[in-house]
């Protein structure tokens, strides 16, 4: 019933940049803190950077000065520009949407393959 579907992923070299985005419905959208989530191969999924319904942003230390997280509400879209990729950047990218007050839940993406490499 409920979908994010990301889009936006792809293959470029370092010091490109791409734009993630990840759309919902909107009565999801509204109500929930969306973020964007990574997770590289043999490794843990990690934070990377998170809106709330009212606009307050948060960036993992990694992404700072490079990443931009923003929303379109009338789109109920979530976006991640990521510019000056590294290779580290390399991951499978997550949207999710949480709600903490009821009703509350937790949803995500399928996720979207970003490869920074030469």
């Known amino acids: 019933q409920v979908q994010l579907v990301e889009s936006g992923g792809g293959l470029v070299q370092p010091g490109e940049s791409l734009r993630l985005s990840c759309v919902t419905s909107?009565?999801?959208?509204?109500?929930?803190?969306m973020g964007w989530h990574r997770q590289a191969p043999g490794k843990e999924r990690e934070l990377v950077a998170t809106i709330t319904s009212g606009g307050s942003t948060y960036y993992a230390d990694f992404v700072k000065g490079r990443f931009t997280i923003s929303k379109d509400n009338a789109k109920n879209t979530v976006y991640l520009q990521m510019n000056s990729l590294k290779p580290d950047d390399t991951a499978v990218y997550y949207c999710?949407?949480?709600?903490?007050?009821?009703?509350?839940?937790?949803?995500w993406g399928q996720g979207t393959q970003v490869t920074v490499s030469s």
């Open positions: 909107g009565s999801i959208f509204s109500l929930s803190d």
């Open positions: 999710n949407a949480r709600r903490m007050a009821n009703p509350r839940y937790d949803y």
